[in-house]
């Protein structure tokens, strides 16, 4: 089984290939579904931002209140050293299963395959539902959460609509890049937890309580 979900096994990776890397989409392939959510004041999260263009995309369209985060040091210490003249866009070596931040402290969280990654993982299921009480516990109370997954609907939501969160989910189905680094996906260990299909869905999480 990959040690996708250990920060060693991202800092030899990254360490090995340090080129940008998107997971399942680039920035233009969720913008109409993600943007709706947030103004340019909005406050952002991203969840296992690796070193993906992603932020730097929003960045450049006004999105300006970016904190990154990722539990591989080598990439966030390249990350944060390439986008030092960036004021705002910020990035930190830390786990979202215990997160550091104060309790609603932002307004929107982003991920891009890290709940896929951690269900490749060891004790995926414990994992999984830490970092989603992490997650909504760093959203404010109108907060959302956006999970861009190649994970089966009938799988994710078994995660996303457990009572305890009183989440409202919506998902909808995005085509997976054709060509390039965009389409990439975690290998399967399990086939409940990342399949291999032309679409990628993302999962729309509000009403965080």
Known sequence: MAQYGKGD???????RDPEPFDWYQRWSGVR??????MNPKSSVLVVGA???????EMYDEGYQNIT??????VAMKAMAEKYRDKAGLL???????????GDGQFNIALDKGTLDSILCGEASTLNVAKALTEISR???SKGVFV????????????????PEYDWEVDVHTV???????????????????????????????????
């Open 138 to 140: 760093v959203l404010d």
């Open 175 to 209: 085509e997976k890049p054709r060509m390039g680094m965009g389409g990439q996906q975690l290998a399967v260990d399990e086939k409940e937890n990342v399949h291999q299909d032309e679409f990628s869905q993302t999962f729309l999480v509000d009403d965080v309580s």
């Open 68 to 73: 990154n985060i990722d539990s591989s040091n």
């Open 50 to 56: 690796g070193n993906s263009r992603m932020s730097e």
């Open 91 to 101: 990035y930190q070596n830390m786990d979202c299963k215990a997160m550091e931040f």
């Open 147 to 162: 999970s861009v997954s190649h994970g089966q609907p009938n799988y994710r939501l078994t995660y996303l609509q457990r």
């Open 32 to 37: 109409d579904i993600i943007t709706p959510l």
């Open 9 to 15: 096994y991202w800092d030899e990776r990254y360490t």
